[in-house]
């Protein structure tokens, strides 16, 4: 664009959206913070001790928890985060991880556009049209609860087989 004298460095620096910029310096930094600690691990191993080996309990519970840690956290970062851990406890109960990991990728999405955080787009819209977190929370919410559902019910159909045997029942335990 420079070359083309299509925009020039200053007016190339102010189309830069530094919200977006330092949300996710700063999501990619409270990450790394809270990696180490092994929360996320925990939790997953506790949801795999939860389900005791039922392939679709365990597909909602993680859903669930992948939803609502993208509605804090960018939804790139919570399936980066989950995605090793659902293929280690899919295994563990000697089922396939697809379908787990087709969920938390579509529910970490759908968890994502319900804040303003969730997703780098988002807070391009909330703050170009001046838009509060609370506001766009009550705006999206329904419309997320209902996405969440129907994912749920559309893994539901169109994994039943897969979902259908319960798995062995593993022991989970946290280092």
Known sequence: GQATGFYDTARALEAIDWN????????????????????FQRLALRIGEISHGR???????????????????????TVVIF???V??????????????LLTIALLSDTG???TLVGDPPNI??????????????????????????????AMRFS???DLAEPGNEARFESE
Do not use: C, E
């Open 112 to 114: 994502g556009i319900a």
């Open 20 to 39: 977006v910029i330092l949300l996710l310096l700063f999501m990619m930094t409270i990450v790394a913070i809270m990696l180490p600690t092994g929360g």
């Open 159 to 161: 994994f039943r087989q």
């Open 124 to 153: 391009m819209i909330g703050s170009a049209a001046g838009i509060d977190f609370n506001t766009f929370v009550l705006r999206m919410g329904g419309v997320v609860f209902v996405a969440w559902v129907a994912v749920l019910i």
């Open 87 to 100: 293929v280690l406890i899919a295994h563990s109960i000697g089922k396939s991880p697809v379908p787990i």
């Open 83 to 85: 995605g090793p851990l």
């Open 55 to 77: 392939p679709y309990l365990l597909l909602v519970l993680i859903g669930t928890a992948v939803t609502v840690i993208s509605l804090l956290l960018d939804n790139v970062t």
